[in-house]
């Protein structure tokens, strides 16, 4: 899982376009949302873009179950990890 959420870091940083920024920067416990990272609604349709785009995994907007999936690098992690098993 170590590596998928290096691989998640590394996507949202690129994705996002966020300079100054390294994987070793982003605590994969931390909200992505608000505080913590600080990203916002458009900062979510972008990775739920580039996540489709990389791993296949269809991502419904605005939905309960979607913010829970987005809270973390764990959390997409464990999310994308999921739907690559089905």
């Keep these: ?4 959420e290096l691989d998640i870091k590394e996507l949202i940083i690129s994705a996002l376009a966020l300079e100054d920024i390294t994987p070793d920067d982003i605590d994969a416990e931390q909200p992505l949302f ?5 990203l916002d609604s458009i900062d979510a349709l972008e990775l739920g873009l580039a ?3 990389r791993y ?3 991502v419904t907007a605005d939905s309960e179950e979607t913010r ?3 809270g973390s690098v764990q959390a997409l992690a464990a999310f994308v990890a999921a739907q690559r098993t089905r």
Aim: without cysteine.
């Design 1 to 4: 899982m170590q590596a998928l």
């Design 34 to 38: 608000v505080k913590g990272l600080g």
């Design 51 to 53: 996540l489709q785009r």
């Design 56 to 58: 296949g995994v269809t």
């Design 68 to 70: 829970r999936h987005f």
